[in-house]
């Protein structure tokens, strides 16, 4: 298992709900093996394997929570 390592800025979550929803979106992606989302910074982390999850996917599964990448 390939274990890269991500971060990035997510804007609009606003309580636990929208972090528990921006992380299950993510760990839903096959090839995303871990995400954790920090409600006061907005950073979320995520580990996963790049050869199998592109950028646009990423951004996708955060959107489809009702997201968006900063
Ligand atoms: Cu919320």
């Known amino acids: 298992m390939i274990n890269d390592k991500k971060e990035f800025n997510v804007v609009g979550m606003h309580c636990p709900s929208c972090v528990a929803a921006v992380e299950l979106s993510l760990k839903d992606v096959d090839g995303i093996n871990d995400a954790k989302a920090d ?27 009702g997201f968006k990448i900063a």
């Open 39 to 65: 409600l006061e910074t907005g950073i979320v982390k995520i580990i996963f394997d790049s050869n199998k999850v592109s950028n646009t996917e990423i951004a996708e599964a955060v959107e489809e929570a």
